[in-house]
């Protein structure tokens, strides 16, 4: 079974601090994804990666970094947390065919 | 740029019975692939069902079928012999590998939440 695991379920940080949420998954798989998950607006793509050390920009990257050192590991950075970040942020992985995406449980950001 | 729009923002259904989710979606491409996942209260976003825009056929896994309609740009989703365990958001999804610099990136729609009485 494929399996994504994201650092944490919870997280509660203070406006101005640096943020990491880090995501692993263990299918050797080309493609992670960062999505954001708010009520009525459904899931949102902040970056996206589809190799070790390449990223691509999403719909909403404003505000966030991203980092692929590993191919299995994920990392998307809030280089200066607002409340405006609070939200559900879900990581992603999939092969390059046939596009399925695995997704982790989910890190629930609160930022005060 | 693609849309889906799910505008059902909850629905119900009495267990052991019918329901059909509604999407649609909006491309200019030929070639795409449409997906439901479930995302049940406080667990992971599971694949539910996948249509490949090429096949005529309708996908189906045991109780979850769909009615693709692809003039129509229509994609929705049949639960049969409803359960409680369906109970969930259930989300459409799209992604195109148009150009080869697609990646598998999925565009979402709003979610619907489903409600299973017993």
């Known amino acids: 079974d494929v399996k994504v695991t994201q650092s944490s379920r919870y997280l509660v940080k203070r406006t101005g601090e640096k943020v990491f949420l880090e995501c692993v998954q263990d299918m050797d798989h080309e493609n992670m994804f960062w999505y954001r998950q708010d009520p009525g607006l459904g899931l949102r793509l902040i970056y996206f990666s589809y190799d070790v050390k390449m990223k691509e920009k999403g719909d909403i990257p404003e505000g966030y970094s991203v980092s692929r050192e590993k191919k299995e590991r994920f990392s998307l950075i809030l280089e200066s947390a607002s409340t405006n970040q609070t939200s559900m942020y879900l990581c992603?992985?999939?092969?390059?065919?046939?596009?399925?995406?695995?997704f982790g449980p989910g890190t629930r950001l609160t930022v005060t | 740029a693609q849309t889906v729009t799910q505008s059902q923002p909850e629905m119900s259904v009495q267990e052991a019975e019918t329901v059909t989710l509604s999407c649609t979606y909006d491309?200019?491409?030929?070639?795409?692939?449409l997906f439901w996942y479930k995302q049940p209260p406080s667990r992971q976003m599971i694949l539910v069902i996948r249509q490949e825009a090429y096949k005529q056929q309708n996908a189906t896994e045991n109780r979850f079928s769909v009615n693709f309609q692809k003039a129509a740009k229509s994609f929705s989703l049949k639960i049969s012999d409803s359960q409680l365990g369906d109970a969930a958001m259930y989300f459409c999804?799209?992604?195109?590998?148009?150009?080869?610099?697609?990646?598998?990136?999925?565009?979402f729609g709003q979610g619907t939440i489903l409600t299973v009485h017993p």
């Open positions: 491309t200019s491409e030929s070639d795409y692939y």
């Open positions: 999804a799209y992604t195109t590998d148009a150009g080869g610099t697609s990646y598998g990136k999925l565009t």
């Open positions: 992603a992985s999939s092969l390059i065919e046939p596009y399925e995406q695995y």
